[in-house]
């Protein structure tokens, strides 16, 4: 958990963000505040623009309307007297380098090993020691359980411990808040599990998440919060259990329906399992 | 059907004969009697002369020539070819219009122009144009240093430069083939990582990309090499073939000259090809490459003895 927050500010602050690829409108004015320590679950359909929102926030995707603050930040821009400037590339890398990342295909660095890429930003980006960042660079990979792995390259392991070396990799760099996008859909569905887990301990210590996921059960047992989005605009928004279990808007009665289906759970059937982030046998994966 | 199932009714290990293969020892037939014939013309014709093809092999401005011109000027030209093929392929790559127009028409200008054209062209064009070179405001009296061109313009350097600037225009596309063969999502982690750009292609996309540069850079290495032999052009004479050929043209013996040049050739392109091998397998890593290299040769050889089923 960041200690310099007030709990009165939010981390992130999203208001009315649009975005269109060539004159199609993938967003169409996103509100969303995420408080520190918060754990948001973005839900919806393929096509709703989760994706595309979360990619907004460290500004993979510039937006074509609207802002996002980050910690009090204005992300892409510099505000003067109400005429926004463009920030050049080293302010928006900066920005970015409080904002952690973990993406659907991992995108780990296949020329270096496990222990390389999680060392590969401290050392070159904040320019720390190599023996220091060494250390850290262990215990996290001790504490998403690959320490023996450290010196394998990235085609040496198995797509579950891709990712958790990619979450370590991007816990590196202490990041205020971390992404995650849909980071089980490209995994097979007995690796989804150990995946799960280790976000789940994330959350657990206190870290700020916001989760792109099809994962129900994931979304109700570990997020403070989910965001339905449908279109591009948020449908429906509240406490995690409430909205899985009660859902008010039709559509996302008929996305949790459609979902929940495939994933064979149904909502209230274990509420306080243990190992409720742990997916049955049958998963939807995509 | 020679060897019976095992005992159960269940079948047991495959013992079955490899397919065979009577083209291949028919080819390996065919071609040992070949070889053998032109090893004994080697042996029997005199006029291959081996004892002078040797020493014109170790003459020493054969040896000057092959160190001067051909490797340094291999060297050379292919230091400058890469470090700014690449600097062209990035700039092709760039959101910046006039980088990217600069590029373009630089490769148009070197690729159209035959080597040994512009070798004659820079050569003696350069010095004829500016005997001194001064770098200065345009159309103002302004000036920051003076060059004297022909204290720079020996041969090897001029005939260095034109190699390296032609060959510069073929890398950036080898270069920007490269880059783009690297995975999108690499430069979003390493953006996501708050890398800029530079560091991103720096540490991340062009240590990727050798994987596609390095073996077609390997043959431009070759084709340099062989090129080296149109430095007579500027004219450099401290060149290895030009010194063969002025072994030739003094004793009259043209083949065994040009044979000791052939095999100087010969064994400068295996010990490139040797060192080829090893920065792929460098740049390989992590991509699991030279394993499956290693199992093609062997699947080869295996394939000969009649084992490979393939």
Known sequence: ?286 | MSSAPDTLDRPGEINARPVRHPGRWIAIAVLAVLAAMLISSFVTNAKWDWPFVWQVMKYKPVITGLLAGTILGTIGAMIIGVVLGVLLAIMRLTDNPVLKGASWLYIWFFRGIPRYVLLIVMSVGILYLYDTLTIGLPFLPVTFFTINVKTFSTGLFVGILALGLSEAAYMAEIARAGILSVDKGQDEAACALGMSKGLSMRRVILPQAMRVIVPPTGNETLSMVKDTSLLVAVPVTNEMFFQAQAVSQATYKVMPSLIAAVIWYLIVSTILGMGQSWLERHFGRGFGAQTSVQNDTRVKFLGLRGGGGN
Do not use: W
């Open chain 1, 1 to 286: 958990m960041s200690t310099q927050s007030e709990s009165a500010r939010p981390l992130v602050e999203a208001i009315n963000v649009t975005k269109a690829f060539h004159g199609n409108e993938v967003l169409k004015g996103i509100d969303l505040h995420v408080n520190p320590g918060e754990v948001v679950c973005l839900l919806g359909p393929s096509g709703s623009g989760k994706t595309t929102f979360l990619r907004c926030i460290n500004q993979l995707e510039t937006i074509n309307g609207g802002r996002i603050f980050v910690d009090g930040e204005l992300m892409g821009y510099r505000d003067q007297g109400g005429q926004l400037y463009r920030l050049k590339d080293k302010e928006i890398a900066a920005q970015r380098r409080e904002i952690g990342m973990v993406f659907q295909r991992f995108n780990l660095f296949p020329h270096r090993t496990a222990l390389q890429n999680v060392m590969e930003a401290p050392v070159h980006v904040k320019r720390q020691k190599a023996a220091t960042v060494r250390a850290d660079a262990l215990a996290l990979l001790d504490r998403v359980g690959l320490a023996d792995r450290a010196n394998h390259y990235p085609s040496q392991l198995s797509g579950g411990q891709q990712q958790r070396v990619a979450i370590a990799r991007a816990l590196a760099m202490q990041p205020k808040l971390m992404l995650f996008d849909e980071p089980t859909s490209a995994l097979d569905p007995e690796l989804v599990g150990e995946v799960l887990l280790t976000m789940r301990e994330l959350a657990e210590g206190g870290m700020t998440m916001i989760v792109v996921t099809h994962e129900i059960a994931f979304a109700r047992d570990v997020a403070d919060r989910v965001v339905f989005m449908d279109g591009g605009v948020v449908v429906e928004q509240g406490p995690s259990r409430e909205i899985i279990a009660r859902p008010q808007h039709e559509r996302t009665k008929s996305f949790l329906r459609r979902i929940l289906t495939e994933q064979d759970e149904t909502p209230e059937a274990h509420p306080d399992a243990p190992d409720a982030g742990i997916p049955a046998h049958l998963r939807k994966h995509s």
